[in-house]
C-alpha cells in the first residue's frame, strides 16, 4: 500500500519541480500527473524529460497519468473546452483519441501503473456522453496502453455511462481480454449514492483510487474527513475486498496549498490507523 496526491492540487498552474517536493515533503511516496496542456504539456518530450527527472530528485513514483479531459484549466477549476471520448461525432472523437496517446508518451519515458480515463464529461459539465463512442474510444486507448504496459483505468464519474455497474459491465462484456480496469474515486461515489456498495461492485476490477471527500451535494474535492463520508465505513469495506493499492488523493485548490498538504498528510495517519485493524 502506497498514498499519492494528483498535481490536480496545482491544476491552474504550470506543473513545476517545486510542486512535486512539496508534495513528497509531506511524506507522500507517489503522484499521479494531471495531463492538461496548460499544467504539464504533455505534447513536449522535453517537458516530460524535465519531469523524469524531477520525479528522481524528490523521490516521487509516477504511480498514474490522469488523461486529458479539458483544453486548459484556469483558477477556480475553470474548465476550457472539454475533450471527451464519449462524443458520436468521429471526427472529435479521434481527436480525443489523439490527445491520450500524446498523453501516453509520459508512460514510454517515464514508468507508470495506470491511465485513467473518463467516459465522457459530468453530467454537471454538459456535453454528449454516447455509450458507444466511449466504448470504442477506450478500445482503442487499451491497445494504444498495452505494447507500455500501462493499466487503463476507467474511472466511477458522475454520468449515466460511468457508474459502477455500467464500468463493470463494459469491462466484463465489451472490453475482455483487454488491459482495463475501474480508478474508484470516492467523491464521486459518494455523489452517485453509497461508497461501500460501490466499493463492493468495482471490487474484482479495482486498479487505483482517487480519495477526496464532500459534503453531497457538489464535487468538492476536499481533504478526507473535511466532508460528509464515512471513512471508517469506507475504508473497512476496502479491506473486506482486499484493496491494497495506492490511495491517490485528488484535492482541490481551496486555500494554501502547503495547509491542504499538510491536512492530507494528517488524513492519511488516520487511514493508516483505520486500515490497521
Known sequence: MQFGVSTHLFHDQRLSRTHLAQIAAHGFEAVEVFATRSHFDYHD?????????????????????????VESMAAGDQWGAAISIGVSDNGKRQAAVREMD???????????????????????????????????SVEEICRLAEPIGVRVSLEVIPNPISDAASLVTMIERDLEGLRAGICLDFGHAFLMGDVPDT??????????????????????????????????????????????????????????????????????????KLLAY
Not at 516521487?60 to 488523461?67: E, Q, T, V
Not at 478526507?224 to 473486506?240: S, Y
Open 102 to 136: 500524446a498523453a501516453l508518451n509520459i508512460a514510454r519515458q517515464i514508468p507508470a501503473g495506470v491511465f485513467v480515463v473518463h467516459l465522457g464529461t459530468p453530467t454537471v459539465q454538459g456535453g454528449e456522453n454516447s455509450r458507444t463512442a466511449a466504448f470504442r
Open 199 to 272: 466499493i463492493e461492485t468495482v471490487a474484482e476490477h479495482l486498479t487505483t483510487t482517487h480519495v477526496h471527500d464532500n459534503h453531497g451535494k457538489k464535487d468538492d474535492h476536499l481533504v478526507p474527513f473535511a466532508g460528509r463520508i464515512n471513512w471508517d465505513v469506507a475504508l473497512m469495506t476496502m479491506q473486506k475486498v482486499g484493496y491494497d493499492g495506492t490511495y491517490l488523493m485528488e484535492l482541490a485548490r481551496t486555500g494554501d496549498p502547503e495547509e491542504i498538504l499538510t491536512k492530507a498528510q494528517a488524513a492519511r495517519g488516520r487511514f493508516e
Open 45 to 69: 518530450a522535453a517537458a516530460i524529460a524535465q519531469l523524469g527527472d524531477w520525479l528522481k530528485e524528490t523521490g516521487l513514483a509516477l504511480h498514474g497519468i490522469h488523461a486529458p479531459i
